[in-house]
DNA sequence: CCTGATTGCATAGCTGGCTATCTAAAATTA
DNA sequence: TAATTTTAGATAGCCAGCTATGCAATCAGG
């Protein structure tokens, strides 16, 4: 066929996105995360006390989305939100004790998973399929 | 940060298969499509009369998922399921002639998303980029 | 031939992404 | 200052992925 499955780079994208959650998602079970909570958590172990758009637009994720994960973040006793005393309308995101004793086995368990899913590559091409995204991403036509 | 986001892997696959996937999304919905039904439709353009089955092993996709995606392509007239007439458990799932016309509009729109999200890369760096993650898909550490 | 294991599929229930829409709090402007 | 617009967040409803489980048809051994 003219468009050969394994040769769209979209769908090899979902394909190889799909294969890395899965494989994230074993690892940091045991901790008790999921993966869409990954980098949320990256984002205040950085940067604590971020509030919710913060967060949207350094994830470039949807603000619906981000109020969900939070909420379940919330739930499970990783986060507190407080509303800001400057302004109404803001909710700061702070992490609990437990979120912030995670931070060195999640990311040893995203770096596990990282060299399992690209283990068919040699060291420099990673280094070569990482920055081909990195530009990917800061190149695409928005829209 | 010693995982610098920007840096890791499988960060950097989610967020681009985010990107693609909001773009295709758009692309298709003037065609009645989904993003989750496109992989199966290449199929099934390829290669009609199918089993679930065969999809499954084929697109690496777990079987609940190929399940709930076909019931919505049957509710949404894109597909039949036909009970295989040699083995009571197979279903066989034939195209209708509304899939079968959309097959060039879409496999179009997909091209276009496929441009616009590697816009920022040269077609030498596309290439290397299909390539790499070909390579890391057949390479991976299972489990 | 009958019983038990295997296979193909459906369903329930969860995470996580999206759009659309609503509310309340600021900010702006007439 | 009062009315309007803009902004931050929550919520509803959908698609798409996953695990776990149940059921019915087939297959394999005894």
Chains 1, 2 share one sequence.
Do not use: C
């Amino acid at each position: 066929m003219e468009f050969l499955k394994d040769g769209s780079a979209g769908y090899l994208i979902n394909h190889l996105a799909r294969v890395f959650a899965r494989g994230l998602t074993t690892r940091i079970k045991p901790l008790g995360l999921t993966t869409g909570t990954f980098p949320t958590l990256l984002e205040l172990w950085e940067t604590d006390g971020l509030t919710q758009k913060d967060l949207v637009t350094r994830l470039d994720i949807e603000q619906a989305t981000m109020a969900n994960t939070l909420s379940r973040m919330e739930r499970d006793g990783m986060i507190l939100r407080r509303r800001d005393p400057a302004d109404g309308r803001s909710q700061r995101v702070f992490l609990t004790e437990r979120a912030r004793a995670l931070r060195e086995p999640a990311i040893a368990a995203a770096q596990a998973e990282n060299e399992a899913a690209l283990a068919g590559l040699t060291l420099e091409e990673r280094d070569q399929l990482v920055a081909l995204m990195r530009k990917a991403l800061a190149g695409e036509t928005p829209g």
